[in-house]
């Protein structure tokens, strides 16, 4: 366990029952293996581990009393006391039908019906879990950052890098001025004139991707303000993040890796960027945003007279 999980969950209420399996899935990547195993157990059999005193799911997973408290601080309760409590709360929400078991994972044989029945609950869950996870007060210290920028740059590759430009035409009909930089040399190049009321924005799922990393570093180093949306808060990028932004760790499957599943919770992520942005900045953003309206309706009508 690194500090900076400890940091990043430290403090605050524990989560709500419903939030336990979203927290189990975005920390259990920077876990040790032993606390690994009883985070998996808690949110695999909520009921079952509710049953057992902190000595019984120590044997359950093989490891000690000792392991089994910190993975419990690690998740936001104070102690393995409140851990079961709230396994008992899931397992009673699960039970009424308001908390349904992960489904499983595709197969290649499935019928085309089920694939959207699970890729649907998948995308469900993964709102939910982002939503739960998500630091509304980093959301809004990042908000009120790029509310109030002269530049903001986004950096993201791959499945990431089409959702740093999904952020850039959001914000550039609200009149804020935005970039999606992929070439990682164009990203450098533009960090290096970036300065303290500038805004650069890392979009990495791992949070280890290196092309990211180093715009987001060098615009750190010069004073911009830095935003991480990443689904590992201990990742490498968070070093140079003066905000976090955590996704939530999507479920990785053979037929959907981690990179297009991830992509949901970073929608979401950048969803609410935009609108608390427009909230804040709301005079300037309502008369921006009729103005592309008209501007795209007018090119997209049929031209006569010619």
């Known amino acids: 366990m690194t500090q900076d999980v400890k940091e990043i969950f430290a403090g605050g209420a524990p989560p709500a029952p419903a939030a336990l399996a979203a927290k189990v899935r975005t920390l259990a990547p920077s876990m040790t293996r032993s606390m690994q195993r009883v985070a998996e157990a808690v949110a695999g059999d909520p009921a079952g581990c509710a049953a057992l005193t902190v000595t019984g799911l120590a044997e359950l997973t093989g490891t000690s009393e000792a392991t089994v408290v910190r993975t419990a601080r690690l998740l936001g309760y104070p102690g393995y006391r409140d851990l079961r409590l709230a396994l008992a709360g ?6 009424s039908g308001r908390a349904p078991a992960v489904t499983a994972d595709i197969a290649v044989d499935d019928p085309i019906a089920d694939v959207v029945a699970k890729l649907a609950y998948d995308e469900q869950q993964t709102l939910a879990d982002t939503a739960a996870a998500l630091d509304t007060a980093q959301l809004g210290a990042a908000v009120a950052a790029i509310a ?11 499945a990431s890098g089409l959702v740093a430009q999904d952020l850039v035409q959001k914000l550039m009909r609200i009149g804020v001025m935005a970039h999606a930089h992929s070439d990682p040399h164009l990203a450098v190049t533009g960090a290096v004139q970036l300065r303290a009321k500038d805004v ?4 990495t799922h ?10 987001l570093r060098v615009a750190f180093e010069h004073g911009a303000t830095t935003v991480a949306v990443t689904g590992r808060p201990s990742g490498p990028v968070t070093q140079y993040a003066d ?11 053979e037929l959907r890796p981690a990179a297009m599943s991830s992509r949901t919770s970073q ?3 950048v969803d ?4 608390g942005v427009a909230q804040r900045t ?3 953003a309502a008369p921006a945003l009729s103005a592309s309206y008209e501007a795209l309706a007018h090119r997209h009508s049929p031209r006569t007279g010619r």
């Open 90 to 95: 899931l397992a009673a929400q699960q039970q």
């Open 148 to 158: 109030a920028a002269r530049r903001v740059d986004i950096y993201g590759v791959g």
């Open 200 to 203: 650069a924005i890392a979009i």
């Open 206 to 215: 791992s949070g280890s991707t290196g092309d990211v990393i180093e715009p």
């Open 243 to 253: 905000h976090v932004l955590t996704t939530s760790a999507a479920r990785e499957s």
């Open 267 to 269: 929608l979401l992520v």
């Open 272 to 275: 609410c960027l935009f609108v």
């Open 282 to 284: 709301y005079e300037t």
